[in-house]
């Protein structure tokens, strides 16, 4: 038989890509060589306590991926034994678990390979992974078996009340469902990328659950003590409502009422400062008088003792005053001399000498010894100054004229010490001139102060008639 020139080239095209098929059918879609000579791939035997509906040709695979097929389900004296051939190529971690799945409601049975941790060594031919490492599903006839059976021990009405309420209690939802399928599909997705991590919490959780059981007893007495505050609360319910309800204008009040103190109330906490200050500074000298007033009390009651049951008509204090003239004399040394002395008669009210006016005799003298020179330094303990800045310096008090109240002259001239000198006495101001004007009887005419005359007849003699509340309401004429 005589062939055509363009009938061979179509037969060798066809030959060529026919063989092609055949080579991409043997060696990608069968895997033939694998299967026959286990060229690329390892075996691994996983053990199983039963078949699960496990067939040959299942896939396998790690991390959601295939990496191997089930070559042959063996039953062994204690269960099942699955051999796996494995792609090479890819590092499985052998510290795993597998678990059998179904893909489908009507099986497709495959192994899932589930590592814990990824710091195991791989996979290697010959491995076996012990039941304790595997698990299968439920028996789906035991499942529905028992769902028939807690639906039969349901009575019909109630089943059918169960239905109808359970369509109105999710009817409608399906958006929200679907969104949470997806967020739970989300979630897992995320847990199976980051699963060493989320392996690593769930191993290291253990201490703090220890940690929460031991300190069990410390927790119940907290929720005791929570629930007897939750009581209270109950039984004072209308007085949280009251506060509840009154505490916002409460509220407003007193912001008001700061609002209206804001100008003034830093002004006295800042004086409040400077006074809790000095009250610090002289704390000692504040707790000897509070412990010595009640005894000064006591002894000032005491005086009335020895008058309280005499028949005199009147009754005070019980006390005997002697007349202790010049004894001790009085202390002039530090003060103004005699020439600059002002007259007690004199009611004006000058400016203040200049400098500290005080007895500066020795602080053992005899003259004024409560005078101000004697006055304990709170803030230097056995120390006393009459003014604060020799207290607080380094310097310590020193009398003028040698203590001598009488040596020298009043102005200390002959120790060198001066005290203050107030000058020479201003002179007293002139009072200011009185208004008068002159009143003429004859007439009753006077001239006002804006120099204007009036007159006045009724200031003499009476006016005709007498004087009455009226007349004396009218104006001059």
Known sequence: MHLHRRIKIQLALFAVIALFAITVMVFSFMKLPGQWFGVGRYTVTVQLTQAAGLYNTGNVTYRGTEVGR???????????????????????????????????????????????????????????????????????????????????????DNLETLINESYTAVGGLGPELSRIVRGSTELSIAARDNLDPLLALVDTAQPVLDSQTNTAAEIERWATRIAAVTDSLKERDDFVAGFLVHGGPAAAEAGQLLDRLQPTLPVLMANLVSLGEVGLTYQDNIEQLLVLVPHAIGITQAGIVADMNTKAAYRGQYLSFNLNINLPPPCTTGFLPAQQRRVPTEVDYPDRASGDLYC???????????????????????????????????????????????????????????????????????????????????????????????????LAQSPPGGQTWQTMLLPPQ
Request: net charge negative; proline share 11%; charged share 20%.
């Open 70 to 156: 089930v070559q042959r389900v063996v039953l062994t004296d204690d269960g099942v034994d699955a051999i796996l051939s494995m792609n090479s190529g890819i590092d499985i971690p052998s510290n795993l678990e597998a678990q059998v799945h179904s893909q489908s409601a009507i099986g497709e049975q495959y192994i899932a390979l589930l590592p814990r941790d990824a710091t195991s060594r791989p996979l290697r031919d010959g491995d076996v992974i012990t039941v304790a490492n595997t698990s299968v599903p439920p028996d789906i006839n035991a499942l529905l078996a028992a769902a028939n059976t807690g639906l039969q021990a349901v009575p019909r």
């Open 360 to 458: 500066r005799t020795p602080q053992d003298s005899e003259f004024n010894v409560r005078g101000v020179r004697n006055t304990p330094c709170a803030s230097a303990p056995g120390k006393r100054s009459p003014t604060v800045k020799l207290c607080e310096s380094e310097e310590q008090y020193v009398p003028l004229n040698d203590g001598m109240n009488w040596k020298g002259d009043p102005n200390a001239t002959l120790s060198g010490q001066a005290i203050p000198d107030t000058g020479p006495a201003a002179a007293p101001a002139t009072p200011p001139p009185l208004a008068v004007a002159e009143y003429d009887p004859a007439t009753g005419s006077y001239v006002g102060p804006d120099g204007k005359q009036y007159r006045q007849g009724d």
